[in-house]
């Protein structure tokens, strides 16, 4: 079986023999290599003044370095294995659609606080970003992260452990991997790791259903970015625009 098999430029199957399977125990462990290298190169690369820079620059040693060294054991063609091939343009209206109903799981907050946090305070404490904080924001969570994210959980780890658990319950997995580290990387309390981690479970269940679909990471790395440059665009125009909340739509990058 072979649930990724997207159809390269020139009508090729993504492989003519079945990928080698990701065993759950497996993908923990790289994960857990990966979230243990993010989180050591953030504490000893972070200022003090702060910013994004440690955890940049953790994120591309962490889940770019693991996950190269596991995309290069992988037999050839790699590259068609972990979804680097295009995808049908005819996906891409799809991919428009479905950006607000990933907009929309930012809303969990308002549920979890309702039924779990009633005490909570959900409006944004932090002053509107200026200039540089707002273009370090850019270079890392609407252009840097979601390449990142999107080749180690939903090219690597999950291209492994749908050929293993079958693709609904590998996207389950690569999802769950994915809202454990989002939620350790971004939440200091228990609201904030409750909402974190179910908003980033809603969004990872639905990126591993455009890969399977589309059979190339690129559309989640498409989809993910625009996810992204709404949250930073909701920061930046929180002043002039005050509509409701916009933590709720900055919540999707913690």
Same mark, same amino acid.
């Given at each position: ?169 590998? &996207? +389950? #997995?690569?999802?769950? @991997?994915? =809202?454990?580290?989002?939620? /350790? $990387?971004?939440?200091? !309390? *228990? ?29 989640? &790395? +498409? #989809?993910?970015?625009? @996810?992204? =440059?709404?949250?930073?665009? /909701? $920061?930046?125009?929180? !002043? *002039? ?14």
């Amino acid at each position: 079986r072979q649930p990724h098999r997207a159809r390269a430029g020139r009508g090729l199957r993504v492989s003519e023999a079945p990928a080698p399977p990701l065993r759950p125990l497996s993908a923990f462990a790289l994960t857990a290599l990966a979230w243990s290298v993010t989180i050591l190169v953030t504490l000893l690369a972070t200022p003090a003044e702060g910013g994004v820079f440690g955890l940049a620059l953790g994120l591309l040693l962490g889940l770019g370095g693991a996950g190269t060294l596991a995309a290069r054991a992988l037999p050839p063609p790699a590259e068609r294995r972990i979804g680097l091939v295009g995808f049908a343009p005819r996906l891409l209206l799809p991919l428009v659609l479905l950006v607000p109903l990933v907009l929309l799981a930012s809303e969990l907050d308002n549920c979890i606080a309702a039924s779990f946090f009633p005490d909570a305070k959900t409006a944004a404490a932090e002053a509107t970003p200026d200039a540089l904080a707002t273009l370090e924001w850019v270079l890392f969570a609407v252009l840097l992260r979601p390449v990142l994210e999107e080749f180690f959980f939903r090219g690597v780890v999950q291209q492994g452990v749908v050929a293993t658990l079958g693709p609904t319950r590998g &996207v +389950l #997995l690569s999802a769950l @991997l994915f =809202a454990l580290v989002r939620t /350790s $990387l971004g939440s200091a !309390d *228990a609201y904030h790791a409750l909402s974190f981690g179910a908003q980033a479970l809603a969004i990872g269940l639905l990126l591993g259903f455009v890969r399977l679909r589309s059979g190339s990471i690129l559309s989640c &790395v +498409l #989809l993910e970015t625009t @996810l992204e =440059a709404a949250g930073v665009l /909701s $920061l930046v125009l929180r !002043d *002039a625009l005050p509509i409701g909340d916009a933590e709720h739509v900055a919540r999707l990058h913690p």
